[in-house]
């Protein structure tokens, strides 16, 4: 890949994406969240609840 | 094989997810109590609904301090009895079965909410805690008069409840 416009090239280590990183934890938390209220507040607020 | 840092901490975190998402689960079956409607009702001749002693008459029956059991009939298209009356702070199982097609038993707005099969006998029980009233319904298409398939179950302070009340009105 390295042509005449390389400006620098970088080894496989040396790249950090950061965006995709930020994108990924972003994602997560918002996973994390809509399960907890999906979970302790939706399902486990909503009486009556078989219990058995 | 190498893999880069952050895509080794993403993996470890999906991981992390997955395993708090079934811990919840887990937590909730068993600090809860939550279970699933299972075939522990047993089974029953649909067609002699009327020689079962639970279902001849359909009714509420109190079997214990605070205990109380609701035999309940579903057909075309009505639930027997109607209303079902219980105190509050008691806990209510429901025996739920169907002389002719499946049903669907939902108190509305709640977890409580199954299937009825003729020749099963759908068994659930709530903890019923604050005094109140919820609408019952059947939520699987049993013929022309579905949408008007309805029931009521009433939950009455403790104090203002009598037992046998509910053939009063």
Not at chain 1, 2 to 25: K, W
Not at chain 2, 40 to 46: K, L, N, Q, V
Not at chain 2, 110 to 126: D, F, K, Q, S, Y
Request: with cysteine; proline share 4%.
């Amino acid at each position: 890949m390295s042509g005449e416009n390389t400006v620098r090239e970088i080894g496989h280590d040396e790249f950090d994406p950061n965006g995709t990183l930020a994108l990924i934890l972003i994602y997560f938390g918002i996973l994390t969240v809509m399960w907890v209220f999906m979970y302790f507040v939706e399902f486990l607020g909503n009486d009556l609840t078989v219990l058995a | 094989m190498n893999i880069h840092n952050y895509e080794k901490l993403w993996l470890v975190l999906a991981m992390v997810m997955i395993i708090g998402f079934i811990s919840t689960v887990v937590y909730g079956a068993t600090a809860v109590g939550i279970e699933m409607v299972n075939d522990e009702g047993g089974t029953i001749d649909s067609t002699a609904l009327e020689e079962d002693d639970r279902f001849a008459e359909p009714r509420v029956e109190q079997v214990g301090d605070n205990e109380y059991e609701a035999y309940v009939v579903a057909r075309q298209f009505i639930f027997e009895p109607d209303p079902i009356e219980v105190p509050a702070n008691s806990t209510l199982t429901f025996y739920v079965t169907s002389p002719d097609v499946i049903h669907g038993f939902e108190v509305v707005g709640t977890n409580a909410n199954a299937m009825v099969i003729p020749g099963e006998v759908t068994e659930l029980t709530v903890e019923l805690n604050e005094p109140g009233e919820y609408g019952i319904l059947c939520n699987e298409y049993c013929g022309g008069g579905h949408h008007t398939m309805e029931g009521k179950l009433i939950v009455h302070p403790e104090d203002e409840f009598e037992q046998g009340g509910e053939t009063d009105e």
